[in-house]
């Protein structure tokens, strides 16, 4: 019996920390699948956006919801203005230039965070009603770790509906899948891919947000775990939001148990099983087998 | 039309490819240079070690970039591999003659190339870099993990490093000897390249990265040419590494880490990559200003190399040798229509 | 006088997914030939290249080169075989010059090019017959220089040269003449006509002059399968074929 709730409340922080890492890297994913990008400074949106979404929680007293909101918006606009700008001159560019692109522009985000507010962990004090603990019935756990489950749930549920339902998750589908062909039927490749980078990026800052009781929000946070999201994205498959949403579960819960079961060599297993995983299948779990 | 008397060697194309790569006028100078920094700015020499070493693993990173075209974040794997093969063997009471110790180092590092570049140059674009990248991660845990024999986080410090040749001390107060020691393997390493990259495997290696597609197509085995270029350029990158642990008499996970392969990988695209000197031309800038400003501003060192690296990107791919050539070849034709 | 003949394909098969690009393919090519290979686009030329160097595994059917199967050896073997082709598009190494673009292939062939030692310029054999072949492509005025400053006629030329190199049995040109401007196609025709006797040449083009002058055989493709295969006589007077492909701009 008590190893059935063990195993419960370690599934539950698993899938609540995949359930992070699902919502940060579904926007990198799709965009990569997408432009074909190499976007390291993805980590340093969701920063960004962390942030912004705790920084009008502390000075303006707004609400979490509301500020969530914000986070996602500011950020949403920022990124595209940068795609527009900057990122867009380089989609026909060498991957080589495609990285130091990005790393040097996550340089410039971690550098400007701590010039301008300082180099410390911000605190995000979640509301009142999120706090605490929450009977399941079999378990009690954390509320906040339920709550985020379901949103991630409902945010999963809503962009696959959103790509196969709307023409333009259509349009992002069939453009991923063969981007010459899309633009010869006429679609706005350009159009596309602003808007893609803009709500991934938004996307991102949400999961900053979100994730920040667990995961903390520091300007570092932009390359720590960079390779958690690189991970959960090249094992998921580039442009499947689905094998996100399942690589993310994966190695939310992996890193749970590991960290429980396996302290030591936990992250070394991760490595391993993610070297293991990419010669198998490339193409990541989910991701479509170029022909 | 037949062919000329004598063969086709005095055609102008031959001729320049002939040439191509005989030394030219300029080249003793770098070298001259570094001896002359010994003589000159003695109080210098560790940090003038530490940028030799640099150029040497930015040399090995040149060979798999700017001459295979293989993107990698993992090249600190083999740095590493090298600086632990003589950190341990030393620490442990094993082995410490240094000659011979470079030689085990260069062998581990290629070894562990050899391994990782069999299965992992299967692969491409982001596949490929994140599987450079988990395996010097993983390497990194494993050093970590096996922290009794490689000291863990510690890492080995005070290393007992035989004399070289028997006879100079590696003293790490004054790394006279260490500085002529780097130089001299800098010389040799920098000789072997340069015949490589000027060879018919290095011609290839020039093809793949320019059109492999095509080089499938002319019947060349591409995957076996990475391979060895992989190998050599890991085993080069161990000889830095080993050569690093030598010269502080000390071996950390930094060896190992994210920082030190990033911090490469900028240095050659500062210098420009596929480019012999690009290496000397990179590490020498960029240690240069790390030293005086990472110290005294590090948030705005950060900034500023960031700023650096968006700007390269956009506007200078090939670094500084790359706007020399620019500024050369605009000289020689300003009036090109 | 009936020998094996030098490359063969029998039922030769090739899906993606639910499209046949190629459907139960029967095809000879017979030592020292001259044979071309037509139709509308999309109806699977360049798919059947690609099968027949082993860029593309075949879903069902049989490719063989003297008798002996070669359907399981991968490209790079077929071209040590004596299979070379050139693509549609260029692929050229184009920030090198053009001797350094034959010395490649020339340097494969032979076995210099994994030597580590001798610097390049130095392999005098290499460097001879990369330039024998250049003059017998008319390319030596432009030995020296980078192939991206070269009109694209003349980059086409190389992209033949560069196969040449290969010493092939076997040469297939996928639309030589594709893209270059009709005040330079003579030179690819020339060259063309030009090509040793003893290699067995199979090109793909849609034009019509090359075509005819060019080939002692025809076979027109339409989707993905053999439409019918004759002499350019027996081809221009098809009234099937005219129909299907030639339209109105028919020779005989």
């Not at chain 1, 940060?24 to 965009?31: E, I, N």
């Not at chain 1, 502390?58 to 527009?84: D, N, Y």
């Not at chain 2, 500023?304 to 040798?321: C, E, M, R, S, T």
């Not at chain 3, 299979?83 to 292939?105: D, G, H, K, M, P």
Request: with cysteine; charged share 15%.
């Amino acid at each position: 019996m008590i190893f059935g709730v063990d195993v419960a409340s370690m599934l539950l922080g698993g899938v609540a920390a995949g359930m992070v890492l699902f919502i940060v890297s579904v926007g990198l994913s799709v965009t990569m699948g997408l432009m074909g990008f190499v976007n390291l400074a993805h980590g340093g949106f969701a920063m960004l956006g962390g942030y912004v979404i705790a920084g009008v929680m502390k000075h303006w007293g707004v609400g979490f919801v509301l500020a969530l909101i914000v986070g996602f918006a500011v950020t949403a606009v920022a990124s595209a203005v940068l795609e527009r700008l900057l990122y867009a001159r380089l989609y026909r560019a060498a991957e080589l230039d495609q990285v130091l692109f990005t790393i040097g522009l996550v340089f410039m985000m971690i550098a400007s965070v701590t010039l301008l507010i300082g180099p410390e962990n911000q605190p995000l004090r979640l509301p009142a009603m999120l706090q605490g603990q929450i009977n399941l019935g079999f378990v009690q756990y954390r509320t906040y770790s339920v709550v985020l489950i379901v949103i991630g749930a409902a945010i999963a549920g809503g962009l696959w509906l959103g790509f196969e339902r709307t023409l333009i998750g259509a349009q992002i589908r069939a453009a991923v899948d063969n981007r010459r062909m899309a633009e010869s039927l006429g679609i706005n490749i350009a159009r596309l891919f602003t808007l893609t980078f803009a709500f991934g990026s938004g996307m991102a800052a949400l999961g900053g947000g979100l994730g920040a009781e667990f995961l903390g929000l520091d300007p570092q946070y932009a390359l720590k775990y960079l390779v958690y999201f690189l991970i959960v994205v090249a094992v998921g498959g580039l442009g499947r939001v689905s094998g996100v949403f399942w690589a993310a579960l994966l190695i939310g819960v992996l890193d749970f148990a590991l960290k429980k079961y396996l302290p030591q060599g936990g992250t070394a297993f991760i490595y391993a099983l993610t070297i293991l995983l990419l010669l198998w299948r490339p193409q990541g779990l989910f991701g479509a087998r170029s022909a | 039309m037949t062919s000329p008397p004598g063969g086709w060697a005095d055609h102008a194309a031959a001729r320049a490819l002939a040439s191509r790569h005989r030394l030219r006028a300029w080249e003793p100078i770098p070298w001259l240079l570094a001896l002359a920094f010994y003589f000159a700015f003695p109080k210098y020499l560790g940090f003038g070690t530490e940028v030799l070493v640099t150029i040497l693993f930015a040399l090995s990173l040149d060979l798999v970039l700017g001459y295979a075209g293989i993107v990698t974040l993992g090249h600190a794997a083999f740095f590493g591999a090298g600086a632990y093969t003589v950190g341990m063997l030393a620490k442990h009471g094993i082995w410490n003659e240094p000659i011979t110790g470079l030689i085990l180092a260069a062998l581990v590092a290629a070894l562990v190339g050899l391994g990782s570049g069999m299965v992992l140059l299967r692969t491409q674009g982001l596949t490929l870099l994140m599987l450079t990248l988990c395996t010097m991660a993983l390497l990194e845990e494993a050093a970590n993990l096996a922290h009794v024999y490689t000291g863990g986080f510690d890492g080995l410090d005070s290393l007992p490093i035989a004399p070289l040749l028997g006879r100079f001390e590696f003293n790490p107060l004054y790394p006279r000897t260490q500085y002529l020691y780097v130089l001299s393997v800098l010389l040799v390493c920098f000789v072997f390249v340069r015949t490589l990259v000027y060879s018919p495997f290095g011609q290839s290696l020039t093809g793949i990265r320019e059109n492999i597609l095509r080089m499938h197509a002319v019947g060349a085995p591409v995957r076996r040419r990475l391979v060895v270029c992989y190998v050599l350029s890991a085993a080069i990158a161990g000889i830095a590494g080993g050569i690093w642990a030598q010269a502080n008499a000390y071996v950390n996970l930094g060896t190992l880490g994210l920082d030190r392969a990033a911090t490469v990988l900028i240095i050659l695209v500062l210098g420009g990559h596929g480019r012999l000197y690009g290496a000397f031309v990179g590490a020498i800038a960029y240690m240069a200003l790390s030293h005086f400003l990472s110290k005294i501003y590090p948030t705005a060192w950060q900034l500023g190399l960031g700023l650096l690296l968006v700007v390269i990107a956009l506007f200078a791919k090939n670094g500084i040798l790359g706007i020399i050539e620019a500024a050369a070849r605009g000289r020689r034709a300003p009036r090109a229509t | 006088m009936s020998a094996a003949p030098l490359l063969e394909t029998r039922a030769l098969c090739r899906s993606f997914g639910a499209l046949a690009a190629a459907r139960d393919i029967d095809f000879q090519l017979e030592a020292g030939a001259r044979h071309a290979l037509i139709g509308p686009n999309g109806a699977g030329k360049t798919t059947f290249i690609n099968l027949l160097t082993g860029v593309v595994r075949p879903t069902a059917g049989v490719i063989l080169m003297n008798g002996r199967d070669i359907t399981g050896v991968p490209e790079a073997l077929r071209v040590k075989l004596g299979i070379a082709r050139t693509f549609q598009i260029n692929r050229l190494f184009r920030q090198l010059s053009v001797l350094e673009n034959v010395y490649i292939s020339v340097a494969e062939r032979t076995g210099v090019a994994p030597s580590m030692l001798r610097p390049a310029g130095r392999r005098g054999d290499v460097v001879e017959e990369s330039m024998a072949l250049l003059d017998s492509l008319k390319l030596t005025a432009d030995a020296a220089r980078r192939v991206s400053e070269l009109p694209y006629g003349r980059q086409r030329l190389v992209e033949i040269a560069i196969a040449l190199g290969l010493r092939p049995r076997v040469l297939l040109l996928d639309e030589p003449a594709a893209g270059v401007p009709s005040a330079e196609s003579h030179i690819i025709l020339d060259a063309v006509d030009r090509l040793p006797r003893e290699i067995a040449v199979l090109i793909i083009d849609h034009d019509m002059d090359l075509v005819f002058r060019f080939a002692q055989r025809i076979t027109v493709l339409v989707s993905g399968a053999v439409f019918a295969s004759g002499s350019p006589r027996e081809i221009g007077a098809n009234p099937d074929v005219r129909a299907v492909y030639l339209g109105q701009a028919a020779r005989g």
